[in-house]
């Protein structure tokens, strides 16, 4: 059974930054593409990034080109998602997901996510 672990969130000032990391255990990380999504309280479901399995390219969401950063460690079978000039908007639950394919919506699994708050 696929299991993943979110960790990293946490309460940032405007322009701060945070690393979240997406932690694999039952499986081997590397086969699969990942994806991070987000959610606000009374907001859709967005997908922010992904990286792909085959090859590593990187997708990202446009309101975060440019200051997110998703990246993997198959080593530590983890993959990490680097916010940077984080803003107010980017407040939400955050979670990874393996997907059949990036870019994707459609999450296979995910884990149970963390909290990021960006706030003055």
């Known amino acids: 059974q696929v299991q993943l672990a979110e960790s990293g969130g946490g309460l940032v000032q405007p322009g701060g930054s945070l690393r979240l990391s997406c932690e694999a255990s039952?499986?081997?990380?590397?086969?699969?593409?990942i994806a991070w999504f987000r959610q606000a309280p009374g907001k859709e479901r967005e997908g922010v990034s992904c990286i792909s399995s085959s090859d590593g390219k990187t997708y990202y969401e446009d309101s975060v080109k440019g200051r997110f950063t998703i990246s993997r460690n198959n080593r530590k079978n983890t993959v990490y998602l680097q916010m940077n000039s984080l803003q107010p908007d980017d407040t939400a639950a955050y979670y990874c997901?393996?997907?059949?394919?990036?870019?994707?919506?459609?999450?296979?699994?995910w884990g149970q996510g963390t909290q990021v708050a960006v706030s003055s």
């Open positions: 039952r499986f081997a990380l590397d086969y699969y593409s």
């Open positions: 997901a393996t997907v059949v394919a990036c870019p994707s919506n459609t999450y296979l699994a």
